[in-house]
């Protein structure tokens, strides 16, 4: 990874972080001060989609051409995504148990994102289970697509047909709010993007660990 | 020239349609010749069947007289979930090393998956039919709506079958498959059960037909990708 896009990440969190904080919010009904989650919360998920997205990718590209390294781009993609998903279902539940009541109330949401996490931790599940290094890289590869595919509908498309007390959809304020109020774009869309350059910048470093603790294994 | 050429062409790749499909039927009536010969594993369904749905009529029925309808579909959906399970899991995993090569030499993998599909497909639909019959004899029948309960099982016991069948040809190289299957399985079909429970409640509660058909088209399109997916991705996994 360049070092500029390093060194802007760090700027940008470090700007997010003071911003979100301290900077002017619209005030409105139910979600009051608990609207500056959306600053930390909902870049979670915009990695983590970006980063299973990633996953994906290096597994079509593995079943197209069998190479190790792209087996092992897919794996650390889908751990890092994974970390993701998770840190957006604790601060999911942070926001909820303010503004809701309690941390985990059931909502479609909540639910389609924990049943798509546990989709992704089968498929760690499966690659511990292959015992032949090129076999759990083939079929883990398969698996990965058809949990992409498992994961869309259960993220984007059946917490929509549901009511959802999720801020964005039955009616309550969420995205179509935050469009008159372009202050908050100018910290939500750089947090966004600092989020998924932080989440890659953890990738390449795996990804390169990985990488030299096999050649020590080889070479001891 | 390239006329006559073209028709060849076209002669052949109707050969090979016509092979091709006369394939996918044998390659379907082998497993039907071969569930019919070990009558046990029949009967071993039948009974698993017949045990779920005794328990559920014991558990509930003699103690209310009567179950609410969002119970019942509960109850209907995981009874042909696990029936499902258990009759997909064994296509992959309980057949011998011998049969599989004996498969790859005759056999494309499209065929083989499409076969598996289709096959576990008719299976499904057996048992969720006999577990239809079964429910509404020993519990009750609240279904107002037959046509969308009808459509509505057609599809997701076609979704069923064809995510598991998959999901069982990878769990079948695996050490520990049939534990590999269920922590595949489920949360894969879990998006799959929420449009069935939904589409019952509409078709229990007799609504108009028009609320039930976004689900109805959702979850045939979720079957499209799902086909699609096996389709595609079933020769990697055949390979090994």
Redesign the interface.
């Given at each position: 990874m360049k070092n500029w896009l390093k060194i802007s990440a760090v700027v940008l969190l470090v700007y997010v972080h003071i911003a979100g904080l301290l900077m002017d919010v619209p005030r409105l009904a139910i979600l009051n001060e608990t609207i500056r989650a959306l600053y930390f919360h909902v870049p979670m998920w915009f990695g983590m989609v970006l980063l299973y997205m990633l996953s994906v990718y290096h597994a079509v590209r593995y079943?197209r051409h069998p190479e190790h390294g792209r087996d092992i781009q897919s794996m650390t993609y889908a751990h890092v995504g994974t970390a993701f998903g998770i840190l957006g279902i604790i601060t999911g539940m942070l926001w909820a148990n303010y503004t809701w009541g309690s941390p985990w109330h059931g909502d479609p949401k909540q639910n389609g994102a924990a049943?798509?996490l546990?989709?992704y931790l089968?498929y760690f599940?499966?690659r511990g289970?292959?015992?032949?290094e090129?076999?759990r890289a083939?079929?883990s590869?398969?698996?990965n697509?058809?949990?992409f595919?498992?994961m869309i509908?259960?993220i984007f498309?059946?917490p929509r047909?549901t009511d959802s007390m999720h801020p964005g959809s039955g009616g309550n304020p969420g995205f179509n709010a935050y469009d008159l109020d372009s202050r908050m774009r100018l910290v939500f869309y750089p947090a966004v993007i600092a989020w998924f350059l932080i989440g890659l910048w953890i990738a390449s470093l795996r990804i390169r660990i990985i990488k030299m603790e096999e050649k020590l294994a080889d070479l001891s | 020239m390239c006329l006559t050429c073209a028709v060849i062409h076209g002669v052949k790749s109707q050969e090979s349609l016509r092979l091709k499909t006369s394939m996918l039927f044998g390659l379907i009536r082998k497993e039907f010749i071969l569930e019919l010969r070990r009558k046990s594993v029949i009967a071993g369904l039948g009974l698993y069947l017949f045990s779920l749905i005794f328990i559920c009529y014991i558990t509930f029925n003699l103690r209310e007289n009567m179950i609410s309808p969002t119970t019942w579909s509960a109850l209907f959906w995981l009874m042909v979930l696990f029936a499902v399970v258990n009759s997909v899991a064994k296509g992959f995993i309980g057949e011998k090393r011998g049969v599989f090569l004996y498969l790859y030499t005759v056999a494309s993998a499209q065929e083989i998956i499409l076969a598996k599909i289709l096959y576990n497909a008719l299976l499904g639909w057996v048992i969720a039919l006999t577990g239809y019959g079964l429910f509404s004899v020993f519990i009750f029948n609240p279904v107002q709506d037959h046509l969308i309960f009808f459509s509505g099982l057609l599809l997701v016991t076609l979704g069923l079958t064809t995510t598991l069948s998959l999901i069982s040809a990878i769990a079948a190289k695996a050490n520990n498959s049939n534990v590999l299957m269920a922590v595949l399985s489920f949360p894969v079909v879990i998006s799959l059960l929420l449009l069935a429970v939904r589409v019952t409640r509409n078709a229990l509660d007799g609504l108009d037909r028009s609320v039930s058909t976004d689900e109805l088209l959702n979850l045939l399109a979720i079957n499209c990708i799902a086909g699609a997916l096996g389709y595609i991705l079933f020769p990697y996994i055949w390979r090994s």
């Open positions: 079943l049943i798509a546990l989709v089968a599940v499966l289970s292959l015992d032949n090129e076999q083939r079929l590869a398969v698996y697509i058809f949990a595919a498992a509908p259960l498309i059946i047909i | -």
